[in-house]
């Protein structure tokens, strides 16, 4: 009975262990001091964040232009519309007082 008290608590302690072990790693992984199982550093993970920072903002670069082009394009469009409107009066009022 004694040897399978001692092999209880000998198979307890191991799956301590083994369930400790993923855990340390987990933790080194997270607090960089170790790398992780990917191979990218902590420095490789600031690039990469920098990287996609810098590709968001060209993005929203690239859309704003977007915007202010369309813009453009419809106050040239209100613009020709009321040129329009303006000769279409004025050649209005030239045919019946001409």
Known sequence: MAE???ASERARDRTEQLQ??????DELVSS???EGFTGTTSLDRELGQIGASQV???DLARLRGELE????????????????RVSSARA?????TG
Request: glycine letters at 12%; one cysteine or more; proline letters at 3%.
């Open 32 to 34: 960089a001091t170790l």
């Open 56 to 58: 968001v903002e060209a």
């Open 20 to 25: 400790a072990r993923p855990a340390a790693l």
């Open 69 to 84: 082009a369309g813009r453009e394009a419809r106050q040239l469009e209100h613009g020709a519309q009321r040129c329009s």
């Open 4 to 6: 399978t008290g001692l």
């Open 92 to 96: 209005g009022t030239r045919s019946t």
